[in-house]
């Protein structure tokens, strides 16, 4: 049953998980052995001498703990701890839920039925296209589509899902005053204006490889299901699945050629089991018995009435990397082609340069053997 914390209670709750050694599966086994958070962090010390880990205990100072509620309230940010009514139900019942989240955007987001589509980073054109195209349409049908801001599929799942005037969550891996990667600085910021960004690091933290993995339980906790669009053999997209499966999700893949080593991970996940799904329509088909969430409200005229105090000012939106170059254009045409046919204006849409640049560049790939032309416009990666 969900509890309303005191302010001072949130912040105890704050220095307990914020302290060295303080994961959140210790968190909750000393919450549920003390009673409470400040009697847990008054015992730390005893139990690091008792295991011999006192370097590793370090307890968070109160300074330090309101220094970062001080923070989050300049950012115009909430936090919410795992007992509070805000809390997403759904996350809350995976195996390790982050005792503390920390939200910029809609709350009632993550209540609604959400689905999750992740996928490569070195995403091709076609598979960026797809992705665009179906978190679109289920954004206008009502789902909250999830994604982790990554380049690629992410990418491409939280622009169709805006562009369709829908719902879409962030989940990140950083701290939530720091966009990563820096290229989506202004994407994290939209989502962070009509939709939300959620994390459990605190401000200014910088995503390290570990995070990734601790991020990825909490896409697909939040969700009622996890569609994988191109992946890797041992990516993190298919972290994401594995974790979806263990929690109990719908597991769902787009198949793809087995010639592109970015199929590789997603053709596997079918063979172990998962729902091939091609369209939006193949999704809401398969969420069907998982779907008692409610569909996303529609976005209040100001999101400051669900927050104490007034709106605060975006964070800070770093300038958005620079455009490639004509010197690596033909690499970055290299990265959006696979073996299947793409149609040359749509890879000067995600190129994001002239058409003539774009054929310029076809023309020196062409020349070296490195792609094929075929029937419509269309272009290829050429077959080894």
Sequence with gaps: MAQILTAAEKLDWLQLARSGGVGPRTFFKLLERFGSARRAFEELPRLAREAGAEDQWRRCRRDEAEAELEALERLGCELIARDEAGYPARLAEIADPPPLLILRGRLELLAAAGVALV??????????MLARGMAGELAAGGLV?????????????????????????????????????????????????????????????IPQARHFPRRNRLISGLS????????????????????????????????????????????????????LVETADHVRAALGPFRVAPKV?????????????????????????????????ASRVREHLGPEPLLVDELIRQ????????????????????????????????LA
């Design 224 to 275: 009622l299901g996890v569609v994988v669009v191109e992946a890797a053999p041992n990516s993190g997209s298919l972290i994401t699945a594995r974790l979806a499966a263990e929690q109990g999700r719908e597991v769902m893949a787009v198949p793809g050629s087995p010639l592109d080593p970015r199929h590789r991970g997603t053709n596997q996940l079918l063979r172990d089991g998962a729902t």
């Design 297 to 329: 409200p529609p976005k209040p005229r100001s999101t400051a009435s669900m927050r104490s105090g007034s709106l605060q000012p975006a964070p800070s939106v770093r300038p958005a990397a620079p455009l490639p170059t004509n010197g690596d254009l």
């Design 351 to 382: 190129c994001h340069a002239s058409t003539a640049e774009v054929q310029r560049a076809l023309l020196e790939l062409e020349l070296e053997g490195r792609i094929e032309r075929h029937p419509g416009n269309r272009v290829s990666l050429a």
């Design 145 to 205: 589509v999830i994604s982790g801001l990554a380049r690629g599929i992410d990418t491409a799942a939280h622009e169709g899902a805006l562009a369709a005037a829908g719902a879409t969550v962030a989940v990140i891996a950083s701290g939530i005053d720091v966009p990563y990667p820096e290229d989506n600085a202004e994407l994290m910021a939209r989502i962070a204006e009509a939709g939300a960004v959620i994390t459990e690091r605190p401000p200014g933290s």
């Design 119 to 128: 996928g490569a980073r070195n995403a091709s054109a076609n598979g960026r």
